[in-house]
Antibody, heavy 120, light 107 residues
Framework: EVQLVESGGGVGQPGGSLRLSCTTSGFTFEDFAMHWVRQAPGKGLEWVSLIFGDGLTTYYADSVKGRFTISRDNRKNSLFLHMTSLQTDDTAFYYC?????????????WGQGTLVTVSS | DIQMAQSPSSLSASVGDRVTITCQASQDISSYLTWYQQKPGKAPKLLIHDASILETGVPTRFSGSGSGTDFTFTISRLQPEDIATYYCQQYEDLPLTFGQGTRLEIK
């Protein structure tokens, strides 16, 4: 059974940093691209970042480019999001999402999400 | 960026009704469209990919159609457990973008 469990959310100060983790199981992690998607409370979904299975290719939404870094550890079946220069607009539930076999751009499994609140 | 215009933003229908949601892309996305269901307090769930292909295990009352810029999501006979917010998402190009969502309620 595929499982994705996010952690690391909490309260961060404007200008501060947080590091999110996503621990996975139930599939061959290194074979799949992974994403972070966020959702401000009561709002819609926003794609954040993509990393390919080898960890060498990454993409970011313009809203986080230069501030967030996606990475992965294939030995530990884990995905990460290092968030710096936090802004109040970054307040959201952050979901890690696994891609399907047929494409790197469809999310076939999601974690339960971790809440990041940026506030002074 | 490809913009996704989803409508309506909310919808109230009775059990057994046929429900239709539309999604319009700002440019041709071929069939690179998915539909997700998100129940309150839960993560989204993939229902349909490639505009019309139902994920394994998804009830057949759900269906999708369309290509190019205009897409439709249909629930043939609404069930109480279908209460959720539904999102379309294009994957023709990065950044991946979602529709604004349709909140579905039971009358």
């Amino acid at each position: 059974e595929v499982q994705l469990v996010e952690s690391g959310g909490g309260v961060g100060q404007p200008g501060g940093s947080l590091r999110l983790s996503c621990t996975t199981s139930g599939f061959t992690f290194e074979d799949f691209a992974m994403h972070w998607v966020r959702q401000a409370p009561g709002k819609g979904l926003e794609w954040v970042s993509l990393i390919f299975g080898d960890g060498l290719t990454t993409y970011y939404a313009d809203s986080v480019k230069g501030r967030f870094t996606i990475s992965r550890d294939n030995r530990k079946n884990s995905l990460f999001l290092h968030m710096t220069s936090l802004q109040t607009d970054d307040t959201a539930f952050y979901y890690c999402a696994k891609t399907s076999l047929s494409t790197t751009r469809v999310f076939d499994f999601w974690g339960q999400g971790t809440l990041v609140t940026v506030s002074s | 960026d490809i913009q996704m215009a989803q409508s309506p933003s909310s919808l109230s229908a009775s059990v057994g009704d046929r429900v239709t949601i539309t999604c319009q892309a700002s440019q041709d996305i071929s069939s690179y469209l998915t539909w997700y269901q998100q129940k309150p307090g839960k993560a989204p769930k993939l229902l349909i990919h490639d505009a019309s292909i139902l994920e394994t295990g998804v009830p057949t009352r759900f269906s999708g159609s369309g290509s190019g810029t205009d897409f439709t999501f249909t629930i043939s006979r609404l069930q109480p457990e279908d209460i959720a917010t539904y999102y379309c998402q294009q994957y023709e190009d990065l950044p991946l973008t979602f529709g604004q969502g349709t909140r579905l309620e039971i009358k």
